[in-house]
T-cell receptor, first 112, second 109 residues
C-alpha cells in the first residue's frame, strides 16, 4: 500500500544524457514536490505543483524541468546531467490542514 | 533568509537513555513544525508534527514547541539502537517546508 512511489529507485546516466525520473501518488494530494538531496545536506526544494500550477524555486537550474500530466503523476527531467547533479531525488506530497509532507523512497541518480 | 538550524552532531546516547534533539528557527510566521527521521540512503520519514506551544507526545517521542523562543525539540525516551539516524527538523511556510541540515543520533547498545 505504497502511497508515494518513485521509479526507478536507482538511475545511472552518462554525463549530458537526458534522464527522466517519475513519481506517482495514491493519496490524491493536490501538492507535489521535487527535492534534491546530497550527502549530509538538507533536502533542497527544486519545484512544486499546486494542482497544475507550477512553482519553480529561484535557484533551480534551467537544466531541471518538471511535468505533471495529472494529479497522480509528476516527472523530473534533467536535460543534460552534470557530475554535480548526482544526488538522491525525492518526491513528496502535501496533506492538509497541517501541511505534512510525505516522501517517496527516492531515486538515487549516478552520473558517469 | 528563513532558516532552521540544528546541531549536526553526532549526538551519542546509550541504549535506554533519553535523546534530546533541538532546533531553532528564524521565521516567526512558521505555523507548524515537523520532525523527520532519515536512515542513511533512505528518504525522510515523518515522525510527528506540532503546531501549538507546549508538548505533544506520541509513544516514545515527545515534541516540544516554544514559539516565543523560536525553538522546537524532540525527545526520544528509551532510545534504541534502531533510533540511530539523522533527524531533520522542518518549519512550514506557505506550501513549503524549510529544513534544517539534521542532527545525527547514535544510540549505542
Amino acid at each position: 500500500d505504497a502511497m508515494v512511489i518513485q521509479n526507478p529507485r536507482y538511475q545511472v546516466t552518462q554525463f549530458g544524457k537526458p534522464v527522466t525520473l517519475s513519481c506517482s501518488q495514491t493519496l490524491n494530494h493536490n501538492v507535489m514536490y521535487w527535492y534534491q538531496q546530497k550527502s549530509s545536506q538538507a533536502p533542497k526544494l527544486l519545484f512544486h505543483y499546486y494542482d497544475k500550477d507550477f512553482n519553480n524555486e529561484a535557484d533551480t537550474p534551467d537544466n531541471f524541468q518538471s511535468r505533471r500530466p495529472n494529479t497522480s503523476f509528476c516527472f523530473l527531467d534533467i536535460r543534460s546531467p552534470g557530475l554535480g547533479d548526482a544526488a538522491m531525488y525525492l518526491c513528496a506530497t502535501l496533506a492538509v490542514p497541517y501541511n505534512e509532507q510525505f516522501f517517496g523512497p527516492g531515486t538515487r541518480l549516478t552520473v558517469l | 533568509q528563513k532558516e532552521v538550524e540544528q546541531n549536526s552532531g553526532p549526538l551519542s546516547v546509550p541504549e535506554g537513555a533519553i535523546a534530546s534533539l533541538n532546533c531553532t528557527y528564524s521565521d516567526r510566521g512558521s505555523q507548524s513544525f515537523f520532525w523527520y527521521r532519515q536512515y542513511s540512503g533512505k528518504s525522510p520519514e515523518l515522525i510527528m508534527f506540532i503546531y501549538s506551544n507546549g508538548d505533544k507526545e506520541d509513544g516514545r517521542f515527545t515534541a516540544q514547541l516554544n514559539k516565543a523562543s523560536q525553538y522546537v525539540s524532540l525527545l526520544i525516551r528509551d532510545s534504541q539502537p534502531s533510533d540511530s539516524a539523522t533527524y531533520l527538523c522542518a518549519g512550514s511556510g506557505f506550501q513549503k517546508l524549510v529544513f534544517g541540515t539534521g542532527t545525527r543520533l547514535l544510540v549505542s547498545p
